[in-house]
């Protein structure tokens, strides 16, 4: 049971959290932590959290849990400001996108052995943002994956383990850079893909038709692309040499499938075709099997 957990950024990520071990009984007090004092009135109306503080000192007193869910751009400020306030046997952890950039700024303002923080990431999330858009299984059956270090505290890892696990959440481990090129490939590559896919169009003259005209493929396709802006501005400026990479190797996809068209090979595209939908129709059924 955690005594008290103050969730920095009552958001999708941090108030569908809180809705989680509400509902399961998991948390004596969740109180919640921002700049917006409406944001967060907002989440007490909605019974999400139960008080709110604009003030960091005063909302990590005696906790035993703080939760960063802020966009990663807000991460290093609102670090510093915890670090003098932080009770000294609480335990910090996240749920940032990106896992490099906030290790290496808790290393900076905590110190590089500073071992009560645990990196954290649920896999989970939708296209819309901000408390209203938080539900209580959000995590259920999705993974969540913590990037701890070798001096990252046993027991610490085993309670953050623990929150996320009544959520219902499924946990792994995993090292920083491997988290930051899976999720390059997974996460980042199909965001920037889908913004740029709309930038693309909404430049073309014809735009006006194009987005008249755009059915089932488009709206699938671009459903990430109305993901929060900042969000994924930050996530791209954390990200940086593992998203470079994914895109380097798609440019170069996109350039041989650009070939095989104008080379008018209709089998060596119905071949790439095929083993990528043969990929793809095995990657759904994992969730259609789960959800049976
Ligand atoms: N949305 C997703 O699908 C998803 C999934 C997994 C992880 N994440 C990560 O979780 C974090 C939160 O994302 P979200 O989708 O909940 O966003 P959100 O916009 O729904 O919530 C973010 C919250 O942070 C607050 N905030 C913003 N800037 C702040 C600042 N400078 N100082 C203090 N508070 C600030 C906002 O008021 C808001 O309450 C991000 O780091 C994101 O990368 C998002
Ligand atoms: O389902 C969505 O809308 C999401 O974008 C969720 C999603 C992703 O799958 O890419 C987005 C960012 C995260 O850090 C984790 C999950």
């Known amino acids: 049971m955690i005594r ?21 009984n998991a948390c ?11 944001h967060l009135q907002k989440a007490v ?32 400020h609102l670090l510093q400001q915890i670090k003098p306030v932080l009770p000294a046997d609480a335990i910090l952890t996240d749920a940032g996108s990106t896992k490099g950039s906030i290790v290496a700024e808790v290393a900076q303002v905590f110190g590089a052995d500073f ?21 209580p299984d959000l995590y259920v059956n999705r993974r969540v994956i913590l990037t701890p270090q070798a001096h990252t505290d046993a027991d610490a890892i085993a309670k953050v383990e623990a929150m996320w696990r009544v959520t219902g959440a499924l946990l792994e481990q995993m090292p920083v ?6 999720l390059a490939a997974t996460s980042h590559l199909p965001h920037v893909l889908a913004f740029s896919l709309v930038d693309t169009l909404l430049n073309m003259p014809q735009r006006e038709d194009i987005l ?3 059915a089932g493929g488009f709206r699938d396709f671009t459903r990430i692309a109305s993901s929060d802006p900042v969000m994924w501005r930050d996530i791209c400026l954390t990200n940086k040499a593992a998203i470079l990479a994914v895109i380097a190797a798609f440019q170069q996809n996109l350039g041989e499938f650009a070939e095989l068209i104008d080379a008018q090979d209709g089998e060596a595209l119905h071949n790439r075709m095929e083993k990528a939908k043969y990929a793809r129709d095995n990657y759904v059924a994992q969730f259609e099997k789960q959800e049976k």
């Not at 920095?8 to 569908?16: A, K, T």
């Not at 109306?45 to 005696?62: C, K, M, N, Q, T």
């Open 4 to 24: 008290k957990l103050v969730i920095f950024g009552v958001g999708l990520i941090g108030g569908s959290l809180a809705l989680a071990l509400r509902q399961a």
């Open 28 to 38: 004596q007090t969740i109180v919640g932590c921002s700049r917006n004092a409406e």
């Open 45 to 76: 109306d909605l019974g999400v959290i139960d008080s709110f503080s604009l003030d960091p000192a005063e909302a990590v007193r005696d906790a035993d849990m703080v939760l960063l869910a802020v966009p990663m751009g807000a991460m290093r």
């Open 115 to 135: 071992s009560r923080f645990v990196p954290g990431h649920p896999i989970a999330g939708r296209e819309k943002s901000g408390v209203e858009a938080a539900i």
């Open 177 to 182: 850079e491997l988290h930051d090129q899976v």
């Open 212 to 214: 008249r005209y755009a």
